[in-house]
């Protein structure tokens, strides 16, 4: 690579094929975006720990007085587009080859590939991950499994693509800017956003994401503030961006109304973060025994706790006009087992039948063979 952007600095190997994501104006784009934003991500990130001091000094969240208007006025979110309003099941899953491949050949309605929790952010596995989403946006991605030989080719008709970035609390270390760590979310939406909002676009979808970890309309107002300067910075309509906000912390289950409000051009959904939400549940209130919780087997989206956090996302979203997404079915098939597999796959058929009597509009499903179910 020949140079990089004004006080900015890549610690990271850069191969040829690095070089396609890497561009100069592509990091351009990341370095402004992370000068514009970033000292508000870090006040967030220093509110984050005041707030966990208040909850160990014994203070516990409610719904907030200041914004009691924005929950009780009527208001609707912008709109869904056309090739989001079907999101019976949605997949989830990491950027490497094989997976994107079999993800969007599943026959899932929609999916989510993941630049956070099922990536391990290493340099290598961030920039592949950018290199194999562009590949498949634009109609290049394929993989031959050394093993077997056999060819992995992308349908002509396959499932509709949600990145997740990184939340606000990760750093990039690979990428400096003026000698400070970029922003793992702003690097992570900035890159794709530069690279494929114009190609998405003229393939008939859009730039779509979910974001993950949040714990309070402000930084759901941070997330809007991004997208509306990325899309004026790149000459595309304003609402173009959709995303879909996982609920998974006990915080931002007191603030959904809001965060919908702050980001309601950008909309389309909550999710309910299950298994994030049960460890936000525990590490917020760490230090107070009437919090205990059972082992995490016996802990069920029936478990009072759960159910009235789950009904309340339902409620709140049909209200605003948006979809409310049931969360993952943390099982997979089970091979040369079949009666233990047989088990899993009733409970994840119990765990969906579930959520479709409560009124979500779709589910999260992390293997291909558990879409028909």
Not at 111 to 135: H, R, Y
Not at 208 to 220: G, Q, R, V
Not at 271 to 299: A, E, M, Q, T, V
Request: charged letters at 30%; a positive charge; glycine letters at 6%.
């Amino acid at each position: 690579m020949k140079s990089f952007p004004k006080n900015t600095t890549i610690t990271g190997k850069i191969s040829k094929e690095f070089e396609e994501i890497l561009t100069l104006d592509c990091l351009e784009f990341v370095a402004d975006l992370h000068r514009k934003f970033n000292s508000r991500r870090l006040e967030l990130l220093k509110r984050r720990q005041e707030v966990q001091k208040k909850i160990d000094g014994g203070w516990r969240p409610n719904f907030l007085d200041e914004t009691k208007s924005t929950r009780e006025k009527d208001w609707k979110i912008l709109g869904i587009p056309k090739d989001l309003q079907d999101r019976r099941v949605e997949i989830t899953g990491p950027t490497n080859q094989k997976m994107i491949i079999n993800a969007l050949n599943s026959g899932a309605c929609c999916f989510m590939a993941d630049l956070e929790d099922s990536a391990t952010p290493t340099w290598n596995n961030v920039i592949e991950g950018q290199i194999n989403l562009k590949n498949a946006i634009n109609k290049k991605i394929n993989f031959i499994d050394k093993a077997n030989g056999k060819e992995y080719k992308l349908n002509e008709k396959h499932a509709v693509l949600i990145v997740r970035p990184r939340g606000w609390h990760l750093d990039e270390a690979h990428f400096l800017v003026d000698n400070e760590k970029c922003s793992g979310g702003i690097f992570d939406f900035a890159t794709y956003f530069y690279h494929n909002a114009k190609q998405l676009l003229q393939n008939g979808t859009g730039p779509y994401f979910y974001l993950p970890k949040m714990e309070s309309h402000l930084e759901a107002r941070l997330w809007n503030d991004v997208f509306t300067e990325a899309q004026k910075k790149l000459g595309i309509k304003h609402g173009t961006i959709k995303v879909t906000v996982l609920i998974e912390t006990i915080l931002a289950s007191f603030e959904m109304d809001e965060i919908l409000f702050e980001l309601k051009d950008h909309i389309v959904g909550l999710n309910c973060g299950r298994w994030d939400y049960i460890f936000s549940y525990i590490k917020k209130f760490k230090n107070f025994k009437d919090f205990l919780l059972p082992d995490r087997s016996s802990l069920k989206m029936t478990s009072h706790f759960l159910r009235s956090y789950d009904l309340l996302l339902i409620k709140t979203c049909h209200r605003r006009g948006a979809h409310a997404m049931g969360g993952m079915a943390a099982q997979i098939p089970i091979k040369n087992n079949e009666a233990l597999n047989q088990k899993a796959m009733e409970a994840v058929k119990l765990d969906k039948l579930r959520e479709s009597n409560d009124g979500h509009d779709g589910t999260w499903v992390a293997h291909p063979d558990l879409v028909k179910i």
